[in-house]
């Protein structure tokens, strides 16, 4: 059967481009390698999420090459990689119909306009490949504005010194509030802080076939057993295949896009749930895998006209991958120092802090140790959280000290020391991971998943300036933490990247050397393929990727579904 659109993937970046054209009546098959779960699956399963990783592949089935600098003996680097089925560490994130979508803590803040020219107002930084988009903030906000509205964002507007215009006011009232959270605002204001709400991809009240939030307090890394969370799933794919107009194929895994010798795609080969191999054909093909399986596939999908891998005539799949800057950091509260309302109100479970501080979203600081520009240079977001998970929380107590297992009445009474005594309030800092030609995405020579197919080699080299902006930022996170009277302050601002939070490797740009997609996200050598991850990000700003990418993924569909209009008459 030919459709008019074939989509590989789920997520953020495909279920719009899915919903957009299935409502005008295109005939859309969704190709996705994991299983179709849906809310009664969502469970909330302590073991699944936090030791076994339930919703990704096994990593001896599929996994990666993650490549790190190290130093000799001689203080030379070099670069080594490493099965990730050897070191356990994951770059799945929700291989399932919707994607890692099911799993995000839905933290939906807007790139500003200043991200959208990061080069023209800062300037170049020496090692880092940072470039303007061809699009402005402008372009994007209309789209911002169609999430909210069908994807569902929870919040309200405060003015505070980095608001970004809005064009419409949150389409839903706030989620209930944690008490802390006026614990975090007394303090700012104190010091001379600017809290605001953070808005959530989360529905504070039933709508559009969805019940609203539970409560639960298991969020973050768990599918949403409500619905009220804001995937591509629930909130569009539904629709979508509800229309009659769009198909769902799970457990697909596609290995390669095919081309004739003039270079024009022929189908998209996958394997089916029975490991036999289909063909799809269709007249549109949208790429959506998140970054790093993306570049993964276009390398992958050698043909005669292009030897070196799809849309890759110019070397540029796979370069400028980014991840997210900054790190973590946490201050407890003893009971025993607080007052029986304070403890009452720290032990609340369910209602989200719905926190942040963007204060330093652009750091005006001459004492900058960091790279700068007139004085100024791009900063941060902080974002506050609780670690709910008490499997997660309880990791740890297992050893003395001295870093001996304990067992026992020992271990006993480290988990009632740990559950009963004092609360954490955790903070992290999100701010740019710069593009850079230490980071990017091959295939490995070597190593290969189930069906054969050489898996993905990720080099994860970071920039001295994101370790700088980190640290500036979250030393004034903890400086809140101090006003807040926590004790055990502490951050850690590392340059190991967070694998459920990366983008690029198919940048949009004007220069058809130096990016691989146009405008539109349309390949600049391919002209019915596009690329609506995150892939597309010159740049990824200083808050959490999926916002943009679902604005960005309405923004696209637009422009597919008036082409193929045309097409059809």
């Known amino acids: 059967m030919s459709f008019d659109i074939c989509i590989v993937g789920s997520g953020a970046g495909a279920s719009p481009v899915a919903y957009t054209l299935a409502k005008a009546g295109a005939k859309v098959l969704v190709l996705e390698k994991g299983p179709w779960l849906t809310e009664k699956e969502f469970y909330k399963d302590e073991l699944a999420i936090s030791l076994r990783d339930a919703y990704n592949p096994k990593l001896t089935d599929e996994q990666h090459v993650i490549e790190e600098e190290y130093e000799d003996n001689d203080g030379e680097s070099y670069w080594q990689g490493e099965p990730t089925s050897e070191s356990g560490w994951t770059f799945w994130n929700g291989t399932v119909v919707g994607g890692s979508s099911n799993f995000m803590s839905g933290y939906f803040h807007r790139l500003k306009p200043v991200d959208f020219r990061l080069k023209s107002t800062f300037g170049a930084i020496p090692g880092a490949n940072v470039a303007d988009w061809p699009i402005s903030y402008d372009d994007l906000e209309p789209y911002y504005a169609m999430v909210d509205k069908h994807v569902g964002v929870s919040g309200r507007l405060v003015e505070h010194p980095h608001q970004e215009p809005r064009s419409t006011p ?170 029986e309302k304070q403890v009452n109100e720290l032990k609340q479970v369910g209602p989200f802090i719905n926190r942040a501080i963007q204060d330093w979203y652009e750091i005006e600081d001459k004492n900058f140790a960091g790279n700068n520009k007139n004085g100024k240079a791009k900063g941060g977001t902080i974002d506050f959280l609780f670690y709910q998970n008490p499997v997660s929380r309880a990791m740890g107590t297992q050893w003395d000290e001295n870093e001996n297992l304990v067992w026992g009445e020992q271990l006993k009474q480290n988990l009632k020391t740990e559950f009963t005594t004092y609360k954490t309030l955790r903070f992290e800092v999100f701010n ?138």
Request: hydrophobic share 35%; proline share 5%; charged share 20%.
């Open 170 to 339: 949150f389409q839903y009232p706030p989620l209930a509030e944690h008490a802390i959270s006026g614990w975090i605002d007394k303090a700012a204001e104190k010091i001379g802080y600017h809290t605001m709400p953070v808005p959530r991809a989360v529905l504070s009240q039933p709508a559009m076939g969805r019940q609203s939030c539970e409560y639960s307090g298991y969020c973050s890394n768990y599918g949403c057993s409500s619905g009220a969370k804001g995937s591509g799933r629930a909130a569009l794919l539904n629709h979508a295949v509800a229309s009659g107009y769009c198909t769902i194929k799970p457990e697909s895994k596609v290995y390669k896009i095919a081309t004739g010798d003039d270079g024009k795609i022929t189908g998209v080969l996958y394997y089916d749930k029975q490991g036999r191999k289909q063909k799809a054909v269709a007249k549109y093909y949208i790429i959506a895998c998140q970054a790093i399986e993306t570049s993964r596939l276009l390398l992958a999908s050698k043909g005669k006209k292009f030897p070196d891998g799809l849309a890759n005539n110019h070397g540029q799949v796979g370069k400028n991958i980014v991840f997210s800057g900054g790190g973590t950091g946490s201050g407890d509260f003893f009971y025993e120092d607080l007052s």
């Open 432 to 569: 740019d991971w710069l593009p850079n030609d230490d980071c990017f995405v091959t295939l490995d020579p070597e190593v290969t998943d189930k069906w054969g197919d050489p898996v993905a080699k990720v080099r994860i080299g970071g920039h001295q300036q994101d370790l700088s902006v980190g640290e500036y930022v979250a030393e004034k996170a903890e400086r809140l933490l101090e006003a807040m009277r926590a004790t055990n302050v502490s951050s850690s601002v590392s340059s190991s990247p967070p694998s459920n939070l990366q983008a690029g490797g198919c940048r949009f740009g004007n220069d058809i050397k130096t990016s691989v997609l146009n405008k539109y996200c349309q390949a600049h050598e391919v002209d019915n393929l596009f690329v609506t991850d995150g892939s597309f990000m010159p740049t990824g700003g200083s808050v959490p990727y999926t916002y943009t990418i679902f604005a960005n993924a309405f923004r696209v569909a637009e422009h597919i579904k008036q082409r193929w209009q045309k097409q059809v008459g």
